[in-house]
């Protein structure tokens, strides 16, 4: 435990050490807030401007960075498995390879370390986005649903971490991973659904998104972060307006016409952590020698 | 001396390419052993499978008494192994990089930091402990890297080229710094070299070249060998030398100007010098170096790089 606790500490100085590091890791948060402060975000507003009246602006911010914060899971652990690819680029995992130390630690420490950092980095985003949904004139977050909201970080963190675990541990050089994260990092938006409501997107993409976890852990942000701007808005609307909006941006998923509950979205978080994880284990404990 | 490394019919080969042929060797507890070879030659290898890192395709290594391959774990917490590349963060001071690596060994908090000033004393980096490895130059990182190795005191001490790329002074004072420990603490120390002057210096050498051990044998013994000494004379007069000398049946090669005779030993050239004192203007005695040993035994100078 000592052991697996100084390299999640290695792995911790690693990270926060390299400037360069820490912020490519959250330029996904400052290109996604560019896209829409520049492009989406007025064009977003317009058309909910009938709908949501005064209250879109604030429901559209609330939209854009629950969708981030989905996002952020996914690109600041794989900022954080950098070292991982390093160590093996570099020779390192010589080293670790040379001491009687087993592969359970090191992938501990940089399981743990992953998760650590993308927890840490998912706050820094949130303070970001509540800056952000302050600034469009929109609401601070209140303490309970914040606290929610952390729950849901880690949960998606959780899962995020485990699927780029997976993934990264096919990596031997920094280039190829350097390569694969920008493309998981353009991707990762789309997936997520992050960009344009899901509700307006063809069906079979609709299904895509669904199938992604991450996308869930969108849902449970738009839930709880879109909560108030919603109930202002439709103080007044029947609840089939409310429900078919939440059905438009991706509040709530829907397979076939069966209503997806939060406690699917959660489960669904878990399983995701719970599989990949499994299967780096195995992949790494297949590996031999060669 | 009880062998604290032996190997046997060691074999390694990467698809096609036979690194390590059936190779055999020992190394005494507390020497110094070099293992001497050009690159590619097959030493890496060998260190690597030693080291637990490679799995050899067959033959037995015993090292401390443990099996490779049975023992692994044991064998890990008996080396300490100094890579050709440098394997400590760039971004972590010398001392986070020591405590960091020294508590995969299952040391903890007062062992531990003992551990790392010990260490840090061996390999004499105290004075720049507390900065990122990163920003080291190449003789600190070095001895930073042997300090690593040393951190839970192993009973061997493995280098794989410790002194490749450094300039001459630092060399030397690498050099120096690894001879130490092996005299003062008894550690047994095993090194690869494609430097002659190295493996000049150690207790026992073995020679690889294209993964065969082509020699063995203390310095003294290789140059006995496989080298010979020789006599070079300055001739004030060429014609009576030369006429002496056949005369006498003695064999010579003439370069430079100097009439070079091979001698079995340095002393068996005085009888010659005494001689034909009035006939020469000086002389020269030249004992056989390592190179020669190299030389003669590859057929190669070595390939430096």
Redesign the interface.
Known sequence: M??MI??I??NL??FF??RTSVFFSLLAVFIIIGLYVLFLGNMMVKNFKELLGDNARFAVDSWVMAGLLSVTSITTTMGALGTMVEDKA???S????????KRSQLAGGYIMGSFIIGVIMSIAALVIAEIYILAGGGKLIALMPLLKLFGVMVLSVFAGSSMVFFITSFFKSNNAFATASTIIGTLIGFLTGIYVPIGVLPSAVQTAIKIFPISHAGALFRQIMMDVPISIAFKNAPAQAVTSFKQTMGVVFYAGSKELSPLINILVLIATGIVFYMLAVIKISIK??? | MPNIIEVNNLTKSYGNIKAVKNIDFYVNEGELFAFLGPNGAGKTTTIDIICTLLKQDSGTVVVNGYRLGEQDDKIRKSIGVVFQDSILDNLLTVKENLYTRGSFYGMKSIELSEAVEKASKAADVTSFINRPYGKLSGGQRRRSDIARALVHTPKILFLDEPTTGLDPQTRKSVWDTIRNLQKGTGMTVFLTTHYMEEAANADYVAVIDNGLISAKGTPVELREKYSTDSLHLFPKDGNNIEAYLKDHDIKYTISGGAFIIPVSNTLNALPLINKLESLISGFEVISGSMDDVFINITGNIVRED
Do not use: E, G, W
């Open positions: 000592t052991v100084n390299l500490k290695r100085k690693l050490r390299d570099k020779k390192i010589k080293d670790f390879s040379s001491a009687p130390l031999k020698r060669d």
